[in-house]
């Protein structure tokens, strides 16, 4: 099964709305990273969050990573319909040597209606 | 600055034939990886370079799937006697020497098997 898991799978806002994003994953990391990717194409890259840090942000988007129950939530404030897209997480394992194999899980795909 | 490039941007080829899928890596980024992306299903490792050398080929699905690189930059996918499940969009990302960070994405080849 996947590392990383998404819900909701699919999530339906408002612009102006908040929207929220879980992430759960199963082994332990180096770093938790989310990604956004429009129209089935290229991944963007969002925020990176380090296996001893609790609360990140960027702009509009806080991340938080709780690793004492493996999971991480994406927040982006005052949606835009710009930010229509499907938001990854992904995960790098720590230790072993392998931690550039990032694990994405299915996605969210969030639709921001104007 | 060029980000990661790919070509061609669509692939439609017939059962059997065989395809070659092209990445331009960010100048300077010692890492390469190859990634598949099937309808409906989260990103799925296929290969991992670090310099011209794979250490990981664990992903590949299957024999007829192989990778190489080239003067520590440019990679070509080759799939051999393409079958429809092979359909995908085939992503290749990149990133700086320390493994494990951000990785940057190439747009994709969405691959059609008919």
């Known amino acids: 099964s996947q590392q990383g898991e998404e819900d909701p799978q699919a999530l339906s806002i408002q612009e102006g709305e908040n929207a929220t994003m879980n992430c759960s994953y199963k082994?332990?990391?180096?770093?938790l990273q989310w990604y956004r990717q429009n129209s089935g194409r290229g991944l963007v890259h969002l925020i990176l969050?380090?296996?001893?840090?609790r609360e990140k942000h960027s702009g509009r988007l806080r991340v938080t990573l709780d690793t004492s129950k493996k999971s991480s939530s994406l927040l982006i404030t005052a949606s835009r319909a710009a930010d229509t897209a499907s938001y990854f997480c992904?995960?790098?394992?720590?230790?072993?040597?392998?931690?550039?194999?990032?694990?994405f899980g299915k996605g969210t795909l969030l639709t921001v209606n104007p | 600055g060029a980000g990661v490039s790919q070509s061609p941007s669509n692939k439609v080829t017939e059962k059997g034939k065989d395809v070659e899928l092209r990445c331009d890596p960010i100048?300077?980024?010692?890492?390469l990886y190859w990634y598949r992306q099937s309808l409906g299903q989260g990103l799925e490792f296929l290969i991992y370079?670090?310099?011209?050398?794979?250490?990981?080929k664990s992903g590949l699905p299957s024999d007829r799937f192989s990778a190489e690189r080239t003067g520590g930059s440019v990679s070509t996918l080759t799939i051999q006697r393409t079958q429809q499940e092979d359909s995908a969009v085939y992503l290749c990302?990149?990133?700086?020497?320390?493994?494990?960070?951000?990785?940057?994405f190439g747009p994709g080849t969405r691959l059609l098997v008919l």
């Open positions: 990302a990149s990133s700086p020497f320390q493994i494990g960070e951000t990785q940057y």
């Open positions: 082994t332990s990391i180096n770093n």
């Open positions: 969050i380090r296996s001893n840090e």
């Open positions: 992904a995960t790098a394992p720590k230790g072993g040597g392998s931690n550039y194999k990032l694990t």
């Open positions: 100048s300077g980024h010692t890492a």
């Open positions: 370079f670090q310099g011209n050398s794979a250490p990981d």
